[in-house]
């Protein structure tokens, strides 16, 4: 992860130094694309060759049989569940769980984390509130979700909503405190009323804590989601999976388990190109760097 | 005309505590411009900001062209240092100067049509559809100089706009400023640190001393349609500039 970031600052400051030394923009932008094209070509190597150890490692009997498919017989059933309506079926469900889950958290926690972020004294009547709810771990709270809301999706719901509905509140209270007091007295001295002042000043510059709290809630939330589903029984990804391992079908268990896999990435690839999208202005998001 | 008289302000409850402006007494005509020349911890901005109606005074009296001043007046605008920090960087350049004018009941039409003649003013036309952080800082002060002027207050606070680029952009800038007020006719209270801006640009300097108060007042009387070379070249620029020094200088020591 901290690799990374380096990497990110290092190649960022190579960009600016080369179009600073005058370099036409267009060749840039081609030794640029080719170093992507490498990139891609090493992350695809990456996973091909862990793919094919696995096989290796099922084929000779390294890894047992009866735990353990070849990957082929894994990705044929991959192909086949995908071609078939029940996956899809319950990918809804898991999905319809998380959305209703952090739509309604965010619903919650948006207003109230704005009201805390702005008022002194509510943020210190509730922070020993929030410390002490937020740690709670999630799956603790099963047995009461299960008993007030049964197996359901509202059981799901309930679980995602109590457990994300934290660290959006904590982000949006962190964004609108940090809105910088210089733009306030901007606004201010422009007469701009609060209501203005609110949603052309504290929501944009919040919006990209907001949109860290959301990121973050999502990836919690699938976790949420799918195990309530393997745990209880809730209808979802997570029961298929349970299904097809009490019906000794491991090609299929393992084919789930990396649909499951691929939904997470998804969603976390989706959350990401709507923050590039929307914080364009954001210097985490910046693509051009003034001089 | 902006009237302030027995100005003082002290910050937290304590009336009796040391103030950060006392007994701060001027005017500034229509038209003018008026530098306020101060050492850094005089006082100047908190002066800047109770005349701008942003924070309330402790006792005193200012008016703006009669009215008293108790928030932001609709014919004032403010110009601060920090740049960076006062354009929204999630609005492009166009809307950074236009967004203020909705608020004052300006309508759509009118808007745009101030907007592109104040971005014309300061030579950035062609730089509405950017965002602030793709220009160079002096552009950017430019953006912050072309949204108050397109406000069209009668008088612009100006609180060290120039402190913080480079020497080359800076005199541009003074020039830029210069040319624009005489322009629009406006009044011009400019805060700085530095006596050769003072009196580059100034009909009238006043020094602050600490506690804020009007310690030495000089008028400059160079000839107007100043020049960066023929005027700072000018005997009375040098006379000027060893008074404000001076004058600066041999002020009350604060704590």
């Given at each position: 992860m901290s690799l990374e970031g380096v990497q990110t600052v290092g190649s960022a400051r190579r960009r600016t130094a080369r179009t600073a030394d005058g370099l036409p923009e267009g060749r840039v932008r081609r030794a640029l694309g080719s170093r992507r094209i490498r990139d891609l070509g090493l992350k695809v190597t990456g996973v091909l060759t862990v793919l094919v150890a696995l096989e290796l490692c099922a084929r000779l009997g390294v890894?047992?049989?009866?735990?353990f498919p070849p990957m082929t017989d894994t990705y044929v059933e991959l192909a086949k569940l995908a071609f078939g309506h029940p996956l899809w079926t319950e990918i809804g469900r898991t999905l319809s769980g998380w959305a209703l889950g952090i739509g309604l958290a965010a619903l919650l926690a948006i207003p109230i984390g704005v009201l805390l972020g702005s008022n002194r004294t509510a943020y210190r009547l509730s922070r020993v509130v929030i410390e002490f709810c937020?740690?709670?771990?999630?799956?603790?709270l099963i047995p009461l979700a299960v008993l007030v809301y049964g197996v359901g999706l509202e059981m799901k719901v309930f679980l995602i909503v109590f457990v994300t509905f934290w660290p959006i509140l904590l982000q949006v209270i962190y964004g609108v405190q940090d809105v910088d007091p210089l733009v306030y007295d901007t606004a201010r001295s422009y007469g701009l009323p609060p209501r203005a002042r609110f949603f052309r000043i504290t929501l944009p510059s919040a919006a990209p804590y907001i949109a860290t709290g959301l990121r973050i809630a999502s990836a919690i939330a699938l976790v949420l989601a799918v195990t309530a589903e393997l745990v209880v029984?809730?209808?979802g990804l997570g029961q298929s999976i349970v299904v097809a391992q009490s019906n000794a079908n491991l090609p299929r268990m393992y084919a789930l388990i990396i649909v499951t896999g691929l939904v997470g990435w998804a969603l976390n690839t989706a959350f990401q190109a709507i923050e590039r999208r929307l914080l364009r202005w954001h210097p985490s998001q910046r693509a051009e760097v003034a001089s | 005309m902006l009237e302030v008289a027995n100005l003082r302000k002290v910050y937290g409850?304590?009336?009796?505590?040391?103030?950060?402006?006392?007994?701060l007494t001027f005017t500034v005509a229509d038209r003018e411009f008026v530098c306020i020349l101060g050492s850094s911890g005089c006082g100047k901005t908190t002066m800047l900001r109770c005349l701008s109606g942003l924070i309330p005074s402790t006792s005193g009296h200012i008016s703006l062209r009669g009215k008293p001043v108790?928030?932001?007046?609709?014919d004032m605008a403010f110009v601060f240092q920090d740049y960076s920090r006062s354009l929204?960087?999630?609005?492009t350049v166009r809307r950074n100067v236009a967004f203020p004018l909705r608020y004052k009941g300006v309508d759509r039409r009118e808007a745009e049509a101030l907007t592109d003649e104040a971005l014309d003013a300061v030579g950035?036309?062609?730089?509405?559809?950017?965002?602030?952080?793709?220009?160079?800082g002096g552009m950017q002060q430019r953006v912050a100089i072309a949204r108050a002027l397109a406000y069209r207050p009668s008088i612009l606070l100006m609180d060290e706009?120039?402190?913080?680029?480079?020497a080359q952009t800076r005199s541009g800038l003074e020039d830029l400023l210069l040319g624009v007020w005489e322009r629009y006719g406006i009044t011009v209270l400019f805060v700085t640190h530095d006596i050769d801006e003072a009196v580059y640009l100034a009909d009238r300097v006043l020094v602050l001393r600490p506690p804020a108060n009007v310690g030495h007042e000089v008028t400059v009387n160079l000839p107007r349609?100043?020049?960066?070379?023929e005027t700072k070249a000018h005997p009375e620029f040098g006379r000027l500039r060893g008074e404000l020094f001076a004058a600066l200088d041999g002020g009350p020591v604060a704590a």
């Open positions: 890894l047992s049989r009866d735990w937020r740690p709670v771990p999630s799956v603790a029984g809730a209808p | 409850p304590d009336p009796h505590a040391a103030p950060a402006v006392a007994d108790t928030g932001p007046p609709d929204l960087p999630w609005m950035l036309a062609g730089r509405g559809d950017r965002y602030p952080w793709q220009l160079s706009p120039f402190a913080s680029v480079d349609g100043r020049d960066q070379v």
